[in-house]
């Protein structure tokens, strides 16, 4: 069974950095053709896909958010990290870490809501 926990600060001041980690267990995010993805979830909005890393280390993300959004991983935890750059509170949501590419999930995190104010 694959687990997913996101961890990370639940407050970020606007203009400052977003940074979240998901820990996986039960699963390698080196196997092969497993996608890893940051979803986020605006309070009264729909599910927002933010980007994935794939098993080889390669990365896509949103046109949208592009040019803000970093995501890295460190094999040797099973971790894979989100960053998102500039926040402001239009970025606060529950986010949440997923196996799988836009729309194949298979497993999620629980979700961390993660609110931008000053």
């Known amino acids: 069974q694959v687990q997913l926990q996101e961890s990370g600060p639940g407050l970020v001041k606007p203009s400052q950095t977003l940074s979240l980690t998901c820990t996986v267990s039960?699963?390698?995010?080196?196997?092969?053709?497993?996608?890893w993805s940051w979803i986020r979830q605006p309070p009264g909005k729909g599910l927002e896909w933010i980007g994935y890393?794939?098993?080889?280390?390669?990365?896509y993300y949103s046109p949208s958010l592009k040019s803000r959004t970093s995501i890295s991983r460190d094999t040797s935890k099973n971790q894979f990290t989100l960053q998102l750059s500039s926040v402001t509170p239009e970025d606060t949501a529950v986010y949440y870490c997923?196996?799988?590419?836009?729309?194949?999930?298979?497993?999620w995190g629980q979700g961390t809501q993660v609110t931008v104010s000053s």
């Open positions: 039960g699963g390698s995010i080196t196997t092969n053709y497993y996608y």
């Open positions: 997923a196996r799988g590419a836009p729309k194949t999930y298979d497993y």
């Open positions: 890393i794939a098993y080889s280390g390669s990365t």
